[in-house]
């Protein structure tokens, strides 16, 4: 059975959980549309996560790969478009590495855009009642680090591997310890992934419509 495969981070910044791998992890060995799901936590490190990552790939070959990651101040499901060629750390990663100005892979573009059809998932996720929008930044931090050695990966390496990153908002226990920060229920993030991943998987090629941005 080809395979999806999942990632989530592993707690970082002082919190005590990372709801990306709370949610990822529930979808392991899920069954969609003849795929089976298989979820990894990777570490919240540079360089490490995009060992982890290879090895995942090279452990589960999948056919697409949707990585999940946290950002404190998205109130919905956040599809990023692009990964760009820069770490720049505000804080530490959890082996203390703080990058500045430097670039995830030295020879590599610029910049990659998804191959996951990021329009549709959006829509989907909004007609079920589920907050979620594009993104064109996923910031520089471990998060953009992963999306980008992925979509790297895919363009040196599997060209046929379909690539997207998707920021999600604190958990709830979370966000009580950041007063005005959104958040939202694992559950409802379980049953966006769900929604994402079912999209992808029955969708050959995105939608053709506006979601750009002014500013």
Not at 112 to 122: N, R
Request: net charge negative.
């Amino acid at each position: 059975m080809p395979t999806v495969l999942l990632t989530g981070f592993e707690p970082f910044g002082g919190e005590p959980v990372n709801p990306s791998w709370e949610a990822v992890r529930q979808l392991d060995g899920w069954d969609c549309r003849g795929h089976r799901v298989a979820s990894r936590l990777m570490p919240c490190v540079f360089g490490a996560a995009l060992d982890a990552l290879e090895r995942a790939v090279a452990e589960t070959d999948p056919v697409a790969l949707l990585a999940v990651g946290q950002a404190q101040s998205r109130a919905e499901l956040s599809l990023e478009r692009v990964a760009v060629n820069l770490d720049d750390a505000r804080i530490p990663d959890n082996d203390g590495n703080k990058p500045v100005d430097t670039p995830v892979v030295a020879d590599g573009p610029a910049a990659y855009f998804t191959s996951l059809p990021v329009k549709a998932m959006a829509a989907a996720l909004r007609d079920a009642g589920i907050p979620a929008d594009l993104s064109h930044s996923a910031g520089s931090f471990v998060c953009n680090h992963l999306f980008y050695g992925a979509c790297h990966l895919r363009a040196v390496r599997r060209p046929g591997l379909r690539v997207g990153f998707l920021h999600i908002p604190l958990a709830p226990e979370q966000a009580v310890r950041h007063p005005g920060m959104p958040s939202m229920a694992i559950d409802r993030v379980v049953a966006g992934l769900r929604i994402a991943v079912d999209t992808l998987l029955a969708t050959a090629e995105d939608r053709h419509e506006p979601a750009g941005t002014l500013e």
